[in-house]
DNA sequence: CATGAATGAGAGTTCATTCAT
DNA sequence: GATGAATGAACTCTCATTCAT
């Protein structure tokens, strides 16, 4: 059974591997203009070795997502289960959304932009109940600190999800426009983390009582 | 002269009809599936024509988003030269953003995918900058109006330009998410605007004084 | 009009011309073999310009069949619509199989295997209902034929549907086989026709009274 | 020198177990959608397996041939020894035919395809001079029942091999098309063995003095 | 100006075959 | 002998772009 677990674990590995390349590869080129044999080369493996750990390439686009969410999931469970204050559990929510940033800017992105993409037509139904599954689980947890927060009368009368869904959208909408700011005009400098963490205290600033 | 001006406006006008075709290409089946040869079906014209008046299909793609940063900057300029209070200002240039939305919702989504893409490297130098100088225009309206509401005394004291970012990260974060949420649970049922609406008055209890 | 015409048969020609460069790369190679990038080559023209002509590979090689089954019908109805003593149309129709094997025996042989084949699975509606018509109406022929002779006494009392079947079954047989023979063993001489002849004669005495 | 056997033995039926593998695959999907990987999974064995026993995919592929045309061979010697009156052998062999079909109808088509195929081509002389031999053999035996029956009087003179030919491809012919109508008109009703009768019927009738 | 047939590079993907274990 | 992960050549097919008419 030793034999079993190793070859799982390097199967896992390889996934890595592949996974790797790709994220590499896809952050250079964009998704369009990486091909698999570009992702081949860099995970240095032949093209007919992916196809063994991913369905096609949309799947390899999405699984690199998945990894984030998992993250992203994680990480608020871990804010909601500590038993904070409700203006506690807001800072921990802020602070979980930079780590999830930390975790992998590039993928982050990435995934903002999956989500309207016609991209999630030509995958396989499960990574894309995965994929649903960890979002919705995650913005429930969101929902629930908003709701708590609402509860106690700390925020505004408001409908939890409501709020969860602006506050989502504040996050992605900073992390895509500073982002794009930074591209479009060879920037090096990186307003980034500042205006989220003021837009942050804005928001904060709007919903408290 | 007046045959050169007859000239001028028929040309603008096919690349009007192309650039109308290339839209409902587009938002039927995403850049990628879209061909050239689809869209030339749809201005009922030949794949070449298209050629003549746009250098290639990343060029076409961008062009779309130009009437829009047109639009959006006219609806900008008409706020600021009406002389309204400040926080009447506030109103108009929410206003303004929902026009824009209306104006056509596909293609500022478009946009905003753009701004992060790697497209803008295949488009010609002054396609580019003429996005960037209507970018910055409109811009420096909204930082304006922020910078205005901050000098009277009713905004709290942030840099203006900073504030003016989340503003329009808000909106941009907003509509991605809203559609994206649509999309993902194939849902008709629309709260974008509603959700626009309360993520603006958020955001205006957060920055007043 | 003119122009219309002209570019009409310009089209059809192209088509003629793909079809002939398939024809030879198809009976040299193979239907496996044969590369859609040999038969461009063949005939001269790119790749992709044979997917401007027909749908994908199976199609070109099922249009092959066409062109020889459109024959068989026209040699037929030729055959039927001379009014013909019974015996008489026998021999006419012997004729008949003999000029379309004339006409390209590698492309009747591949009509033979074709029948049983899968390929039939990934053309068109429009080209599998074609090859069914084309086939139904020719059987008929035969049919009617043979039905003339069993109804003026000539022929043994049978189902003129079957001893349609047979004769072609004969016909079919004996022209695979021969071939085989040839090809196995490096054969050069031919005794196909003469085989042919022979297995009708044998036929005809069978089936007569 | 026991051990050797046993090895012997194993080893052979290792190979029909693949044989028996593939038949069910190659029937099912045809020589080409056919994947080794297919083949190894319905034999509960590796694909690297398959390669211990069998050169490549064509070579499996004909080796299925190969255990008909020895059944054939056996079956026409077994009516050959048997001392039967010209007429009677001729009974014997249209029996022998039938039961040549029984055996493995599906195989025995593919058998009557593969003659004129290029597939021949990329196996091993070995191989291909077993089916030289079996074929001559089996086909030579034909020829002595007919020779034996044209000697005595009984069938009209003809050089028996050409009779033989005839007779071979008329079997064939049915066969073949009889299949392939089937699954042009997705026919489930199976005239086969009936129509294969009446042509044998018609064959004696025609070839008896 | 407009056409649209032709191009041909290049993509994703498959799968017979190999070989280290 | 058996495995099965890895290979990589080769395939079909697409489509942005060109250019003779």
């Known amino acids: 059974m030793g034999i079993q677990e190793r070859k799982e674990r390097e199967k896992e590995r390889r996934r890595q591997q592949i996974m790797v390349a790709a ?39 999405v699984s690199l997502s998945l990894r984030i969410l998992q993250y992203l999931l994680i990480r608020l469970e871990h804010v909601k ?19 999830v940033y930390d975790f992998d800017p590039m993928i982050l992105i990435n995934l903002f932009h999956l989500q309207s993409s016609v991209t999630l037509k030509s995958i396989s139904p499960e990574l894309l109940s995965q994929i649903k599954s960890l979002s919705q689980r995650s913005f429930s947890i969101i929902a629930y600190i908003m709701a708590k927060n609402i509860k106690y009368g700390s925020f505004i009368d408001q409908h939890p999800m409501a ?26 400098k990186d307003y980034l983390k500042k205006t989220l963490k003021k837009a942050f205290e804005i928001f904060n600033r709007g919903i408290l009582k």
């Open 81 to 99: 289960n500590k038993s904070l204050k409700p203006e506690e559990s807001l800072v921990a929510l802020q602070e979980a959304m930079f780590d």
């Open 23 to 61: 994220r590499r590869v896809f952050s250079k080129n964009g998704f369009n203009r990486a091909t698999m044999e570009d992702i081949a080369k860099e995970a240095e493996l032949s093209p007919g070795t992916l196809y063994l750990y991913f369905k096609n390439k949309d799947e390899l686009y």
């Open 163 to 188: 709020v969860a869904n602006i506050y989502w959208s504040l996050f992605s909408g900073v992390i895509l426009w500073e982002t794009s700011k930074k591209i479009i005009n060879n920037n090096d």
